[in-house]
């Protein structure tokens, strides 16, 4: 019952680590910090049971004692931080992908990588399942992330067929919630930092492009679901509730009495049209599907940026 994580420092990896940890698990938590925060596990270091490590995991992993599973989540995820660190990118999904699964091999262990929806690029179906191959430009700005992770799944795929690996991919669709990087270039960041600011909320392009927001504590128990259970190929994780990016705008600044304006920017080139979940592989498999409605979710979300925003002015007095 002892766990590796990968970017244990960032969004998802932190909350992992704390469901791993109250499932009974031990957690060796390893991370490089080039956009992870150690804010993010600072309730842990109290806990016996949990370890942090600074590792980069695109060198080779060496870790002493027994480990019964690795879950793989390092990577860069938002686009400014991918487009900032292409060649971190690049190394961690492929040479971390391996190093992670080489760890994995040597303990006889389980493995989980995470995956992303960006493996469907911008896709021609829409709700995308399991078995669409994707539309994803391999040599545009975003496809060292992109291909970096659906190398990730051929590798893990490799490892599985080849060294009959126990391993698991979930595919993660968007997700929010506490420990989100105020502007780190998601939507939801972007718009708060914004309102918090005083600066009009940006949209691009028409703001008709569609995506679909999970909060947190689901998608974690859907990637716990899927890590225990038998399932070896892609499952996605997320929420299949579909809106525009301008209506979600909308959404986020009904929580300001005062709200900006909203302004429309240029769309960055290979931005996804659509973004949609079909979740019936998880509720099948995995008796899962989200229950936190978008208002509870965003209201959580709300008073942790609030909070957060009010360090930053603090600390740049």
Same mark, same amino acid.
């Given at each position: 019952?002892?766990?590796?994580?990968?970017?244990?420092?960032?969004?998802?990896?932190?909350?992992?680590?704390?469901?791993?940890?109250?499932?009974?698990?031990?957690?060796?938590?390893? !991370?490089?910090?080039?956009?992870?925060?150690?804010?993010?596990?600072?309730?842990?270091?109290?806990?016996?049971?949990?370890?942090?490590?600074?590792?980069?995991?695109?060198?080779?992993?060496?870790?002493?004692?027994?480990?019964?599973?690795?879950?793989?989540?390092?990577?860069?995820?938002?686009?400014?931080?991918?487009?900032?660190?292409?060649?971190?990118?690049?190394?961690?999904?492929?040479?971390?992908?391996?190093?992670?699964?080489?760890?994995?091999?040597?303990?006889?262990?389980?493995?989980?990588?995470?995956?992303?929806?960006?493996?469907?690029?911008?896709?021609?179906?829409?709700?995308?399942?399991?078995?669409?191959?994707?539309?994803?430009?391999?040599?545009?700005?975003?496809?060292?992330?992109?291909?970096?992770?659906?190398?990730?799944?051929?590798?893990?795929?490799?490892?599985?067929?080849?060294?009959?690996?126990?391993?698991?991919?979930?595919?993660?669709?968007?997700?929010?919630?506490?420990?989100?990087?105020?502007?780190?270039?998601?939507?939801?960041?972007?718009?708060?930092?914004?309102?918090?600011?005083?600066?009009?909320?940006?949209?691009?392009?028409?703001?008709?492009?569609?995506?679909?927001?999970?909060?947190?504590?689901?998608?974690?128990?859907?990637?716990?679901?899927?890590?225990?259970?038998?399932?070896?190929?892609?499952?996605?994780?997320?929420?299949?509730?579909?809106?525009?990016?301008?209506?979600?705008?909308?959404?986020?600044?009904?929580?300001? /009495?005062?709200?900006?304006?909203?302004?429309?920017? /240029?769309?960055?080139? !290979? !931005?996804?049209?659509?973004?949609?979940?079909?979740?019936?592989?998880?509720?099948?498999?995995?008796?899962?599907?989200?229950?936190?409605?978008?208002?509870?979710?965003?209201?959580?979300?709300?008073?942790?940026?609030?909070?957060?925003?009010?360090?930053?002015?603090?600390?740049?007095?």
């Amino acid at each position: 019952m002892r766990a590796v994580v990968t970017g244990a420092a960032g969004f998802l990896g932190s909350h992992l680590c704390d469901r791993l940890l109250a499932e009974g698990y031990d957690v060796l938590a390893l !991370d490089n910090f080039i956009t992870g925060e150690e804010s993010n596990l600072a309730h842990l270091p109290g806990n016996t049971r949990f370890q942090l490590e600074r590792k980069d995991v695109s060198q080779p992993i060496h870790v002493t004692g027994p480990v019964g599973y690795v879950f793989h989540f390092a990577s860069p995820a938002s686009p400014p931080d991918y487009l900032k660190f292409p060649i971190e990118t690049l190394k961690v999904g492929s040479l971390g992908t391996m190093h992670s699964l080489d760890l994995a091999f040597e303990k006889h262990a389980k493995f989980l990588l995470a995956s992303t929806s960006e493996c469907y690029g911008d896709p021609n179906v829409s709700p995308q399942s399991e078995t669409y191959w994707g539309n994803v430009n391999p040599v545009g700005p975003r496809s060292v992330y992109d291909e970096a992770k659906r190398f990730a799944e051929a590798t893990t795929m490799a490892y599985h067929r080849f060294h009959s690996l126990d391993t698991h991919i979930v595919r993660i669709f968007n997700t929010y919630g506490p420990r989100m990087r105020l502007n780190d270039g998601r939507a939801l960041p972007n718009f708060v930092f914004q309102a918090l600011s005083g600066q009009p909320i940006t949209v691009y392009g028409d703001g008709q492009q569609t995506r679909s927001f999970c909060y947190v504590s689901d998608l974690i128990d859907g990637i716990y679901r899927l890590s225990q259970s038998d399932e070896h190929f892609p499952t996605n994780i997320g929420n299949p509730a579909e809106m525009t990016i301008y209506e979600f705008a909308q959404r986020v600044l009904s929580f300001f /009495p005062n709200a900006p304006k909203i302004i429309h920017e /240029p769309l960055p080139q !290979d !931005d996804p049209k659509q973004r949609r979940p079909d979740i019936s592989k998880a509720k099948r498999l995995l008796n899962w599907e989200p229950k936190v409605e978008l208002q509870d979710g965003l209201s959580i979300t709300m008073d942790f940026f609030k909070e957060q925003f009010a360090r930053l002015s603090v600390s740049r007095r």
